[in-house]
């Protein structure tokens, strides 16, 4: 991509985060907020309105109606990218074919989908996520289990008793779990009741169990709990605090450390 492209790529980025943050804007705001002309913007906003990104309306733009759940995931799917691919590259190098394997719906483990994506194994997959399951269409050598339940739609996953029964009747060789935060209290936390309760059943029902979790979760705080940290063995990024790497050790959690800008 030239210079150029990648310039209007950022504004456009910047733009459609604009309009998700703040709702209407009118297009001296949308200027204002990305230091952009009028006459850019407005070509800004019929790119976006052509992909069917944004609504047009008199004097301004907002969000189209329908895709704020897709962009709230795609912002923090932006967050700790690298680090987040990092993590990914690690876990894949975990994997073994012909195995049984559980992806949940985090962003973290939706890098991983994408490296199973270009790098296909034989593998069965069991998922939560709708995000995650989109990524292995007409993917060779995959059989892949979508559960069913209700949808969450923050981050487009499937959770409650549907999908808790659904576990129940599975084992799983490998789990790879995201999380909403881990603790300085040693333990893995989710923002969502549901989701925490699920991820329980993905951990009792796995013989091999990662937390993939980059280092801006460590030390954060969210409301329900899922287990203590050393349930399962930990990839996160070089990033981490040597005070969290000692608190692993006391612990006993089996860690790896994914340097950024290692690939698979």
């Not at 169990?209 to 709990?225: C, E, N, V």
Request: glycine letters at 8%; hydrophobic letters at 45%; one cysteine or more.
């Amino acid at each position: 991509m030239s210079q150029n492209g990648g310039i209007k790529s950022d504004r456009l980025d910047a733009i459609r985060s604009h309009l998700y943050a703040n709702g209407f804007s009118t297009i001296q705001d949308l200027a204002d907020a990305v230091g952009a002309s009028l006459a850019t913007v407005r070509r800004d906003l019929q790119v976006l309105e052509h992909d069917g990104v944004i609504d047009r309306v008199h004097g301004g733009a907002r969000i189209a109606d329908g895709s704020s759940v897709e962009m709230a995931f795609q912002e923090r799917e932006k967050r700790q990218l690298s680090a987040k691919r990092a993590i990914a590259n690690a876990a894949y190098q975990l994997l073994s074919p012909r195995t049984t394997v559980f992806l949940d719906a985090g962003t973290t483990v939706l890098q991983l989908a994408r490296l199973i994506r270009l790098n296909p194994m034989p593998l069965r997959i069991f998922t939560n996520g709708l995000i995650v399951a989109q990524e292995f269409l007409n993917v060779p050598d995959l059989e892949v289990v979508l559960l069913g339940g209700q949808l969450r739609s923050e981050n487009a996953s499937l959770l409650g008793p549907q999908a808790e029964a659904m576990l129940e009747a599975i084992w799983l060789d490998q789990l790879f779990l995201g999380a909403s935060a881990v603790s300085p209290d040693g333990a893995i936390y989710s923002v969502d009741s549901a989701e925490a309760s699920l991820n329980r059943c993905m951990l009792n029902r796995s013989a091999n169990r990662y937390l993939l979790a980059d280092s801006s979760k460590f030390g954060m705080m969210a409301t329900y709990k899922v287990a203590p940290l050393n349930v399962a063995k930990l990839v996160t990024d070089t990033g981490i605090t040597a005070q969290w790497r000692t608190q692993f050790s006391e612990l006993g959690v089996d860690t790896t450390f994914a340097p950024i800008g290692a690939r698979a």
